[in-house]
Nanobody, 118 residues
């Protein structure tokens, strides 16, 4: 089984910054495509940023120019969040498409809280 561990969340002031990190572990055969989603209270989960296996990045319109997704290595992805706004408050989930001996599947982290408030 593949496990995703998120870290780096917490409280930030409006206009401040946070960096989220996700590390994949387990019996991984392939190199996973990784990304970040978020879910605010009362809202649907939405894509924030994706880093594909081809090195192509994709961002939600609401975070373009403020957030940057980076692939540190084959199992680690980060999300640098700058110029944070109160509307960025949500639980952020790391996701990965990974191959194991059993085949390909999508995996999700437990989620980490990000709160932007003055």
């Amino acid at each position: 089984q593949v496990h995703l561990l998120e870290s780096g969340g917490g409280l930030a002031q409006p206009g401040g910054s946070l960096r989220l990190t996700c590390i994949a572990s387990g019996s991984i055969v392939g190199i996973p495509a990784m990304g970040w989603y978020r879910q605010a209270p009362g809202k649907q989960r939405e894509m924030v940023a994706l880093f594909t296996s081809l090195g192509i990045t994709n961002y939600a319109d609401s975070v373009k120019g403020r957030f940057t997704i980076s692939r540190v290595n084959g199992t680690t992805v980060t999300l640098q969040m700058n110029s944070l706004k109160s509307v960025d408050t949500a639980v952020y989930f790391c996701t990965a498409a990974a191959r194991t001996a059993l085949g390909w599947n999508d995996y999700w982290g437990q989620g980490i809280q990000v709160t932007v408030s003055s």
